[in-house]
């Protein structure tokens, strides 16, 4: 989803000049360091999308941030070594992101979620309370943002440096992925898209009820876990190496765990020399890992390649601390054993999956169901298949589920993740413990290195009915690359019957009819249950609208986020869009007041319209709204809610939303504007918004150095109150640091007689 065109050229060159400094300054209080930032900077410049706005390019490099960021847990610090700058070093990559968006940036909650696909309500869980922390963040880019020439000069080696673009023709799907999902999960996984299809018998679809799974003996050599030269490989299987030692009989070393990647878990892979197989008398080498007094055993998988490695010899370590590490059992005389001790790769998504031949998948046990319906995926992002199926549970129900072929697999039950080993919880509620740890669960995705693999997950607590009892759930499957090859099974299930009439239109009791500059078309009720119903009574034309899905509670997926779940999805024909999940009506409103994105063509008008809400246990109902932007002279003022983020004239609104301080660098009033309704004025460099006192109609516009402001996205640069009474209220309108020392600020009134602007710092 595009946004609007600036009227600057989009070639990198004319990008680097125009957004350059703010995007560099913003990458510095993100990374905390110089040429971090700058690569940051020149990557996000590299790959724009033609006609960027400033937004969608910050937006874009934060997702990027977040995405590649080394992991890293907030380590709790006595309270005396806890000032500011020591929250900023320790905080995870999204935290920090949404820490820079609202403590500098003053971005509004619904940005901020937008920006990292997470729930509104988890915004102010990872922005952190500390004093100072806005200040500190301000502290690193007034240090290390670079200006002037050297700033043109290196932003121009990045950007000519950064890697390449996807080949065209996968070049939709980058996109789309980069629009629709967050960038930190979607990224989090490569799928290689240029596989050769294996020719003869194997072409169709695996057969169901042949063949035998292989379960945790799956050879990994193919996914990069040989030693190279002796040594253990830096990358495999989505793991890169954090420490290597190489060990002889009799030796005890000590290994500092963990580094910048670790944030869960450590992972240990040791490779031994193996003595004779044939002599009953040698006991076979293991390793032993003591940490904080914790004995971990570690099995030896071959130097020479006998035995091995598999998922068995993937051992699970803390994510820090001093480990020390011996060798039992018997090497060979001259005999060494390597071990590798890896964290989870942030940049995994670059390195593709090894090819595989596909094998049958197995026999699907007695009273277990298939999941095996088609369903939409947003974007028709073709490495992506989706399947659907509503079940009714037992209390001992566990999800099997096959790979034949290299790629990821999530499975959510009725929105909660089955296929997470705890991080998904960790990331919205705290640590994880280490020993649930598991090298092949990612972000609610099982990474599948070798093909024919097969494992069985117990569903979460929540999920499960009562011993005893048994309830209906929806099952949810995502797979990413093998979607053909990939079978899941609901043991102890029996499918159940869902009634797929049409979505009824009705009348909301709580949504105004005019506000915000749009008019509510309608509104349908939908079970939240994932399968996708007709509308009844759909609009003309969807795609103009702007639409949003509100939910009696938060699913369970909203705090453990997994592939597209926790939102809900817009259909028609092949065509299918996300729609974004509020839990309070006030939330609809306030992200009409300037929409992230433009909307998403529908563009097959002679197939039914059909929506689908989120799974969630006991199937509530939830609200489809949809509101049509309404051109300003048509707009009635007069008979316009005001919205709940406006307030009346006279009224303390308490803190800022968008993070305004101090007193205002200027205020204007009518008397300030020349006969045309207009002044021009230069403005501090920096980051500013708005305190806006109005009444009756009118609207105003904001341009920097004649281009629209990039804090009223999608607008072209027109602010107004949408309400004729007497309301103030609060506005970004530049998040460009640095630029020209002091940018000119161009104002336009039109209609309002009595205003009072002021220009505040963020």
Same mark, same amino acid.
């Given at each position: ?299 030896? =998988? &071959? *130097?020479? $390649?006998?035995?091995? !490695? #598999?998922? %068995? ?6 994510? @820090?601390? /001093? +480990? ?78 096959? =790979? &034949? *072929?290299? $790629?990821?697999?999530? !499975? #959510?039950? %009725? ?6 080993? @705890?991080? /998904? +919880? ?99 009720? /939908? ?236």
């Amino acid at each position: 989803m595009a946004g609007r065109p600036t009227e600057a050229g989009t070639g990198a060159e004319e990008l680097v000049g125009v957004h350059g400094a703010g995007l560099h300054r913003l990458a510095v209080m993100l990374t905390g360091d110089q040429a971090a930032a700058t690569r940051l900077t020149g990557l996000t410049l590299a790959h724009a999308p033609g006609a960027p706005t400033a937004q969608d390019l910050r937006q874009r490099l934060v997702r990027t941030f977040v995405r590649t960021a080394p992991r890293r847990r907030e380590r709790t610090l006595p309270t005396a070594a806890r000032d500011a700058g020591d929250v900023v070093a320790r905080l995870a990559p999204r935290a920090r992101a949404a820490a820079v968006l609202r403590l500098v940036e003053g971005a509004s909650v619904a940005d901020i979620a937008a920006t990292l696909r997470i729930a509104p309500d988890r915004v102010g869980r990872l922005v952190p309370d500390q004093e100072g922390v806005g200040v500190a963040l301000e502290a690193l880019a007034h240090r290390h943002a670079l200006t002037g020439d050297q700033l043109q000069q290196e932003l121009g080696d990045a950007v000519a440096q950064a890697s390449p673009e996807p080949p065209d023709r996968d070049r939709r799907w980058w996109w789309a992925a980069a629009a629709a999902v967050p960038l930190a999960v979607l990224g989090g996984y490569a799928l290689s898209f240029d596989r050769e299809e294996p020719a003869g018998p194997d072409e169709a679809t695996p057969t169901r009820a042949t063949g035998t799974a292989q379960v945790s003996a799956v050879d990994l050599t193919e996914a990069g876990f040989e030693l190279d030269d002796g040594t253990p490989p830096r990358a495999a299987a989505g793991l890169r190496l954090q420490e290597s030692v190489v060990l002889a009989a009799g030796d005890q070393v000590d290994v500092e765990l963990g580094g910048d990647q670790a944030l869960f878990a450590t992972f240990a892979v040791l490779w031994c020399d193996m003595p004779p197989t044939q002599d009953r008398n040698l006991e076979t080498p293991a390793g032993m890992v003591t940490v904080a007094g914790e004995r971990i055993p570690v099995p030896c =998988a &071959g *130097r020479d $390649g006998e035995p091995a !490695v #598999t998922e %068995d010899h993937l051992v699970t370590l803390p994510p @820090g601390g /001093l +480990a020390t590490v011996a060798v039992t059992g018997d090497l060979p005389p001259d005999g060494e054993a390597a071990l590798g001790v890896y964290a989870e790769d942030p940049e995994v998504f670059q390195t593709p999956f090894p090819d595989g031949d596909r094998t049958d998948a197995p026999a699907v046990p007695a009273d277990s169901t298939v999941v095996e319906a088609e369903a939409a995926v947003p974007f028709r992002m073709a490495p992506y298949t989706r399947r659907v199926q509503a079940v009714e549970l037992g209390a001992d129900t566990t999800i099997r589920v096959w =790979a &034949g *072929r290299t $790629g990821a697999v999530s !499975v #959510t039950v %009725d929105g909660s993740p089955v296929t997470d080993d @705890g991080d /998904l +919880a960790a990331w919205a509620d705290g640590e994880a413990d280490w020993r649930e740890q598991d090298p092949g669960l990612r972000d609610g995705r099982w990474t599948v290195y070798a093909p024919g693999q097969e494992r069985e997950f117990p569903l979460p607590p929540e999920a499960l009915p009562a011993p005893g009892e048994r309830r209906e759930a929806v099952v949810e499957v995502m797979a990413e690359g093998n979607g053909d090859h990939v079978q899941v099974v609901a043991t102890d299930t029996s499918p159940v019957d869902v009634d797929l009439s049409p979505a009824a239109r009705t009348e909301p009791p709580d949504l105004p009819t005019l506000v915000s500059g749009h008019r509510l078309v309608g509104t349908w009720e /939908l079970p939240a249950d994932a399968h996708a119903r007709e509308l009844e009574s759909p609009p003309a034309d969807p795609s103009a609208l702007v639409w949003s899905l509100l939910l009696e509670e938060a699913p369970e997926s909203a705090s453990r986020w997994a592939p597209f779940a926790g939102e809900g999805l817009l259909q028609r024909g092949e065509e299918a869009i996300p729609v974004y999940t509020m839990l309070d009506p006030s939330q609809v409103v306030e992200g009409l007041a300037a929409p992230w994105a433009d909307p998403f063509p529908l563009d097959d008008a002679d197939a039914p319209l059909r929506a689908t809400a989120p799974a969630t246990p006991g199937k509530p109902t939830s609200l489809l709204v949809g509101y049509a932007p309404v051109p300003y002279e048509e707009f009635d003022f007069a008979a316009a809610a005001v919205p709940e983020h406006v307030w009346r004239a006279g009224e303390d609104p308490g803190r800022s939303d968008y993070g305004l301080r101090g007193d205002p660098l200027e205020t204007l009033r009518p008397a300030d504007l020349d006969e045309d309704g207009t002044t021009v004025l230069e403005v501090p460099a920096g980051g500013f918004g708005a305190r806006i006192s109005t009444e009756g109609k009118g609207r105003i516009r904001f341009l920097v150095d004649d281009h629209p402001v990039d804090g009223l996205h999608g607008t072209g640069g027109w602010w107004s109150s949408w309400t004729d009474q007497a309301v103030a209220s609060e506005t970004p309108l530049s998040y460009s640091y640095g630029g020209p020392i002091q940018p000119r600020l161009t104002v336009v009134v039109e209609d309002y007689e009595d205003f009072t602007i002021e220009l505040v710092r963020m």
